[in-house]
């Protein structure tokens, strides 16, 4: 067995490892990456490229499809499915490419390739010959998708994002598990391009909606596309031959079957820290079997062990998993000097159309009776209507005792760029009033955030009084 020390070693040459080890590496003399799989990345390679070029095609065949509304008359779109995937494929290769370069161009010796696993705290296994001791330990080794045991015995008619991006043609029909992000996101993008899909949720969940009139309108806005039950009652699911067969209760208490091509799994990501032995390393683990940490330090309790993107689950987003890894490797190196580092103002945003975003407190977050809503409806909002984009809803939320704006959630055409203003505006702890007070120009979107934000200012002036600081 051959061995080597270290001062850092980072599990995982992903989004967040890839940071880790540049961070660590400005600080210690000796810093490994150690990747078990592929370089590339999961962002680039399965995650939020492909997935974008697929909506990208979708939105192209649905743009040409609404041309009518404004007199511009074009015949029925046709998807060409193998042309559609070819360009998924070739502009995800392009970008996995341009990741894979990136990493390759730290130097070899400090890359090592394997799959690790603590043998102790300090000690990783790399493979089945290689034993790296180290200083501190970044577990930075992502996430994958869950498949829940009634998708077994579904063979190659069950799927999950990474597989999809590898077709080479469009699917007649797909079954879609799970209304969350992963599951709108390419279950509208499908269904645009020609594929027959209905979609499957529980617990009336839709996307990351909490607020109950924005989800509402997202739910009825998706209901109008295809198929979604949120709070499904699903009998079975078998294979048929080829084919996937649901049996399943309707809105009238039916008993119903549909037959399917693919069951796409949409149900949720489970972090890659049961491969690890992470018993091993000796740290309190919480009842998912995930270690104990601080966000703001990535640290597992006082330990030399850092966690850091989708492994430590908190917020699996691609900005997240960079910030994370900076701040973890940074700590790693310094170890046991751990500093706080800067966490951003929470932003999420669904690349469905209309678009989900998130931004600061969600509404399910904020406590009863101290702050106030803002909302507009954007069927009348003025830019909207030109653009033939006039539907969503958006709710933006304020502390009464401060007036200073807290949150919102939107589900309306072209959030992704509205939801920056406000995370922006929550960073610099703005006030409401100091947010309307702002340059808006004229005909956009933000004037419909204007509209939002003084009808949230007028309640804030109007329970000021009644509500305790
Ligand atoms: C379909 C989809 C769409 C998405 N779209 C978006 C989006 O639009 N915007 C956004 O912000 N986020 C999006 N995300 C989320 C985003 O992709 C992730 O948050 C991000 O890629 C996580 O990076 P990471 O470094 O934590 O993990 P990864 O990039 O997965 O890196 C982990 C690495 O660790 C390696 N590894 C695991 N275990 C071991 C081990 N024991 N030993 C050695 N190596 C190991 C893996 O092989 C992998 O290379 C999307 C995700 C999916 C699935
Ligand atoms: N645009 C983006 O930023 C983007 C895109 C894709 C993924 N992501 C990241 O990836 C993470 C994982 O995405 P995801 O969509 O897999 O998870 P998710 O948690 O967003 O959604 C999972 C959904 O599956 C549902 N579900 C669970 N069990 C079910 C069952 N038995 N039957 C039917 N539905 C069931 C849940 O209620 C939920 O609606 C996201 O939280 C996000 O952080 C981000």
Redesign the pocket.
């Known amino acids: 067995m051959r061995e080597i020390e270290v001062d850092v070693a980072v599990i995982g040459a992903g989004s967040a490892g890839l940071r880790a080890y540049r961070s660590a590496a400005q600080y210690a003399k000796r810093v490994v990456l150690i990747e078990g799989g592929d370089y590339g990345t999961t962002c680039a390679r399965v995650g939020c490229m492909p997935?974008k070029l697929l909506i990208a095609a979708a939105e192209s065949a649905h743009h040409a499809r609404g041309a009518a509304k404004f007199g511009i008359r074009v015949a029925e779109p046709e998807v060409d499915g193998r042309a559609v995937m070819e360009r998924v494929r070739t502009e995800r290769d392009r970008f996995v490419g341009k990741a894979t370069a990136v990493t390759q161009k730290i130097p070899e010796a400090d890359r090592l390739h394997g799959h690790a696993r603590f043998e102790d705290r300090n000690t990783l296994r790399v493979g089945d010959d290689l034993r790296v001791r180290a200083g501190s330990v970044v577990i930075a080794t992502g996430s994958r998708?869950q498949v829940?045991p009634m998708f077994e015995g579904l063979g190659d008619r069950l799927v999950v994002n990474d597989d999809i991006f590898d077709w080479m043609d469009l699917p007649e029909s797909v079954v879609v598990?799970?209304?969350?992000?992963?599951?709108l996101?390419l279950g509208q993008a499908l269904q645009r391009l020609g594929v027959r899909v209905r979609m499957?949720?529980?617990?009336g969940?839709v996307g990351?909606l909490t607020d109950p009139d924005v989800k509402a309108m997202a739910e009825r806005h998706f209901q109008s596309e295809f198929p979604l039950d949120a709070d499904?009652r699903v009998e079975s699911v078998a294979r048929e031959g080829d084919q996937v067969v649901v049996r399943f209760r309707d809105g009238e208490d039916e008993l119903r079957e549909e037959h399917f091509e693919y069951l796409l799994a949409?149900?949720?990501?489970r972090p890659n820290v049961d491969r690890l032995d992470i018993g091993n390393a000796g740290l309190a683990l919480d009842d998912q079997g995930l270690p104990v940490f601080d966000r703001y330090t990535l640290q597992c309790g006082d330990s030399s062990v850092f966690i850091a993107g989708d492994a430590n689950n908190h917020l699996?987003?691609l900005h997240e998993a960079a910030d994370e890894g900076v701040i973890a490797g940074r700590n790693a190196a310094r170890f046991p000097e751990v500093a706080p580092g800067h966490r951003h103002c929470p932003l999420?945003?669904?690349?469905t159309d209309p678009q989900i975003a998130m931004v600061g407190d969600a509404r399910a977050e904020l406590e009863e009776g101290t702050y106030a809503v803002g909302e507009l409806d954007f069927s009348a909002q003025a830019r909207a209507r030109v653009m033939g984009e006039d539907h969503g809803l958006m709710r933006v939320y304020g502390r009464y005792s401060d007036g200073r704006f807290l949150g919102a959630e939107i589900f309306t055409p072209r959030a992704e760029h509205m939801a920056h203003l406000l995370a922006w505006c929550r960073e610099q702890g703005l006030t409401v009033a100091e947010m309307i007070d702002k340059p808006y120009y004229h005909p956009v979107l933000e004037e419909g955030l204007r509209n939002a934000l003084q009808m949230l200012q007028s309640r804030l002036e109007q329970g000021r009084g009644q509500v305790r600081p």
């Open positions: 997935s998708p829940l598990f799970g209304p969350g992000v992963i599951g996101e499957f949720g529980i617990g969940f990351p499904s949409a149900t949720g990501r699996p987003l999420s945003i669904v690349f």
